[in-house]
């Protein structure tokens, strides 16, 4: 596969929400063929982003970390598309974070010269794919996390039969009770001196992640991301005191899509050589209608913004059946929207045969998915919502919509299809 095939491939009627009349045709071309979603133009359900809103999210996260004088590395396990990497690269992103080896090509296909895997890696095949990817890839930054002895021994034992040339580590201080990580700053010194007089590694910075822990509450989610840093910095120092830094410039990074906000004015300790103090949100690029939502209420507050990030992502699904009163079944579920955090949210009707929308009623809930339908409870008013209709879903958790989507059309105000992006799940 080359990069062109990562960033441009040719569609057709087998990607799900693509028009089977169209035949096939490249991603690049999808903006030029006039398609408008009100039209009909697209089977439904589909998946859009709004452009307006996404071109807004991508500021604003450029504007938060510059004022905080750190860089963004965002997540790229949030959406895996090329193009979205390509738009926070140009943006002014510092790298691409990914969740896996497999991952990097999507992001060097986006043009991403720096990389962080923020996971463990150990097994050989991804050691050496790794590896191979450093030697094709002149200059590539490449650093995954470390948290273990075993760890460090099993990158031993294959830098042994191989020789290959040592990998970039970052050391990972973790939460009691939380995910990987060394759970005491002892453990995580011993370890950072065993990579030091490891050939197979070369201990370049630090990272934590504290995004499971917030709460939404301005006290609680402070201490939380005050009390971790406080944790890194003097991690960090001793690390440097110690001369177990192999690099110039020592990583620092942090950060979920929760609390970016507290970790971003946190993030940056004081080293005697050059830091670069790098957050990984992730979510922020399309935002939700739920959870980070929320979250994002609190986040608002302490900035003092009127405006932040605004959602970007919604399932466009017909209304397939009234059964009973007070209930709407929809063509769309488990298989096209997010419900790990939170169900969707009924958020605009656009009745059968017309260009025009209106909000959805406060009162109506989508109680339930199956596979393909959701249960839209529409009470003792269903403002006239008919079979054949189009309601907009709301998501909560874009993670876990993007990876039900090869393409999502990208869509302006008038939901006029002006480009599509492509996903690497």
């Known amino acids: 596969m080359t990069p062109a095939d990562l960033t441009d491939p040719r569609l057709d009627a087998t990607w799900k929400g693509f028009p089977p009349a169209a035949g096939a045709l490249r991603r690049s071309a999808v903006g030029a063929q006039g398609w408008n979603l009100l039209r009909g133009d697209l089977p439904l359900p589909l998946a859009v982003v709004h452009r307006d809103a996404l071109a807004h999210n991508l500021r604003w996260m450029q504007d938060l970390v510059a004022r905080a004088g750190i860089d963004l590395a965002p997540h790229g396990k949030t959406t895996l598309s090329p193009q979205l990497f390509r738009a926070q690269l140009d943006a002014g992103a510092w790298g691409i974070t990914v969740a896996s080896v497999a991952q990097v090509a999507v992001a060097l296909a986006a043009g991403a010269r720096r990389v962080l895997i923020a996971n463990q890696v150990l097994q050989p095949v991804d050691l050496s794919a790794l590896a191979a990817l450093r030697r094709d890839h002149p200059g590539l930054v490449a650093p995954f996390l470390l948290d273990s002895p075993a760890q460090l021994a099993a990158i031993d034992a294959w830098h042994t039969q191989t020789g290959a040339a040592p ?228 998501i909560s958790h874009p993670c876990a919509t993007f990876d039900r989507w090869r393409w999502m059309a990208v869509v302006d105000e008038d939901l006029n299809v002006v480009d599509a992006i492509t996903t690497g799940f």
């Not at 991301?225 to 192999?246: I, S």
């Not at 990984?280 to 608002?300: I, K, L, P």
């Not at 079979?387 to 709301?394: E, I, M, N, P």
Request: with cysteine; aromatic share 4%; charged share 20%.
């Open 167 to 394: 990998l970039d580590v970052l050391l990972e201080l973790g939460l009691a009770g939380g995910r990987t990580g060394c759970r005491d700053a002892a453990d995580a010194l011993a370890l950072a001196r065993a990579a030091r007089a490891s050939p197979a590694v070369r201990l370049v910075g630090i990272e934590c992640y504290e995004g499971l822990w917030a709460k939404g509450d301005d006290a609680a989610d402070t201490t939380l991301v005050n009390t971790l840093m406080a944790r890194v910095h003097a991690l960090a120092a001793q690390a440097e005191a110690e001369g177990l830094f192999e690099a110039d410039e020592v990583l620092v990074t942090a950060g979920g899509s929760a609390v970016f906000d507290l970790v971003a004015r946190a993030l940056r300790p004081a080293l005697q050589r050059p830091v670069r103090a790098l957050l990984r949100a992730g979510c922020y690029v399309t935002h939700d209608d739920g959870f980070y939502r929320r979250m994002s209420q609190a986040v608002n507050r302490r900035l003092g913004c009127g405006t932040g990030l605004q959602a970007a992502l919604r399932v466009w699904c017909v209304v397939l059946s009234m059964p009973e009163p007070g209930l709407a079944v929809l063509g769309a579920g488990k298989r096209d929207v997010s419900t790990d955090m939170g169900l969707p949210v009924p958020l605009v009707v656009s009745p059968a045969g017309t260009h025009t929308t209106h909000p959805a009623p406060a009162h109506w809930q989508i109680d339930a998915l199956n596979d393909q339908h959701a249960y839209l409870r529409v009470g003792d008013d269903d403002a006239g919502l008919r079979v054949g209709d189009r309601v907009a879903l709301g």
